[in-house]
């Protein structure tokens, strides 16, 4: 019996997305966990896998379509035996025309997808083989997990994320429900695209369509101004003992091919900070605060026409140099659009680094759930007041603290800024 191959949810927060390409064509044999196309989400470029075995009878969704809604069928998978004639013709599906694949990319941290309910003991869990392999790899109960494929079945993008827990050797008290997300906000109007190209007709300009990370960061944006309580801390940070630090360790680092940024230390410094504060580790909920224990952080790298923010994890426990190599491998996997969402998302903090492009100083906005986000200005030669009254020159550099007050009260926010400023400030305290 031929079966239809749906358009997959990729992500949690996915309801339609661009066929990018297919990676086999009408009369190819598939085999199960077998890669046949790359789908772009609002987020980002991922291969698709096959669930079942059988023979590719009908393809009805070109390349380059976008505006795809997930769980519309882009193709047909005949049995073995079956003809070409057993494919169902293509359904109307409410699909934009062709057009050309754009980058897309992550500009905010979307909430986890729930856990799946609990399957009775001995039922069936269908899985593709490579989820199953997967799976079995990272120690994970199949019946935890929540499928996306056709028909509930869990395939590889399922399981890649999940983390496997411990099974509890008795009933527990059932948990309360988690707070209902907020629906993403509505695309920002103002004034309409008719009424602002009449004002400019008689100028000379090229209109640029809205691709689905644009479209992404003017909806989350909009919805993270208007919705949270923005305030703002700023300090200056003398960085002359962290540079001549830095210069220390990339001298005895060389021969391991590591060479430390100052963003590296920032990023441990706000993650040891979170731990010296952890009531500042922390995210809004709907109707509730959550308290992180591990110190998460985020850091945005810019990408062509947008942004991601790929998550290191408990940044507070790994060496600098750690940091470093896992700092450049997701960024050079955020600009060719190769993270997995579960190294996008989640964390309490964000870092937004402008620094190394002149930037002085500048106000973040902060990515939903976060309960703040830290943003790094230039080092700038400075006349300082030293500690014995004379006038010198220091190297300094401002930050300035976007909090969500719903999370985070002012006095709170001072105290976690103050952490990340001593931390810089006595960089050899941060190996101790």
């Not at 993650?271 to 308290?291: E, F, I, S, Y």
Request: net charge neutral; aromatic share 4%; with cysteine.
């Amino acid at each position: 019996m031929a079966v239809e191959i749906l358009m997959p949810a990729l992500s949690p927060t996915m309801e339609e997305g661009t066929l990018a390409k297919w990676l086999v064509k009408e009369g190819d044999a598939v085999k199960s966990g077998q890669i046949i196309a790359e789908i772009e989400t609002d987020k980002a470029t991922m291969e698709f896998e096959a669930v079942d075995e059988g023979t590719v009878g009908r393809i009805l969704v070109a390349e380059g379509t976008a505006g795809v809604k997930v769980n519309t069928p882009i193709a047909v998978l005949l049995e073995d035996g079956e003809a070409a004639g057993a494919a169902p013709a293509a359904k109307a599906a409410a699909v934009a025309a062709p057009v050309a694949a754009a980058p897309v990319a992550a500009v905010a941290i979307a909430a986890a997808p729930a856990p799946a309910a609990p399957k009775a003991a001995g039922a069936r869990v269908f899985a593709s083989p490579l989820a199953r392999r997967i799976a079995a790899e990272k120690g994970l109960d199949l019946t935890k997990v929540a499928g996306s494929g056709p028909h509930g079945r869990i395939v590889k993008a399922d399981v890649e994320g999940s983390v496997a827990a411990p099974v509890a050797a008795a009933a527990v008290a059932a948990a309360p429900a988690p707070a209902k997300p907020a629906a993403p906000a509505a695309m920002p109007t103002g004034a309409s695209a008719e009424t602002v190209m009449k004002m400019y007709a008689d100028r000379d300009f090229v209109e640029v369509p809205l691709d689905g990370m644009r479209r992404t960061i003017a909806a989350r944006l909009t919805e993270a101004k208007q919705t949270i309580p923005h305030f703002y801390l700023r300090r200056s940070v003398r960085l002359d003992a962290l540079m001549a630090f830095r210069e220390q360790l990339n001298k005895g680092l060389e021969g391991r091919g590591v060479k430390l940024s100052v963003n590296d230390f920032i990023i441990k410094a706000c993650a040891l900070a979170l731990q010296t504060v952890p009531n500042a580790n922390a995210v809004w909920a709907g109707d509730r605060m959550l308290r992180l224990k591990p110190s998460d952080v985020a850091v945005a790298v810019a990408i062509d026409g947008g942004l991601f923010t790929p998550v290191l994890r408990d940044a507070d426990k790994k060496s600098l140099s750690a940091l470093s190599l896992e700092m450049k491998d997701l960024a050079t996997r955020a600009k060719t659009k190769k993270l997995a969402p579960h190294e996008y998302q989640g964390g309490s903090f964000a870092i937004s680094n402008l620094g190394m492009m002149g930037i002085e100083n500048f106000d973040a906005v902060i990515n939903p759930p976060h309960g703040s986000i830290l943003a790094v200005g230039a080092g700038i030669k400075t006349p300082v007041v030293l500690k014995d009254g004379t006038i010198g020159v220091a190297n300094v550099m401002s930050m300035t603290l976007s909090v969500d007050h719903r999370v985070i009260d002012g006095a709170l926010g001072a105290e976690f800024l103050k952490a990340i400023v001593e931390n810089l400030e006595n960089p050899m305290a941060m190996l101790a």
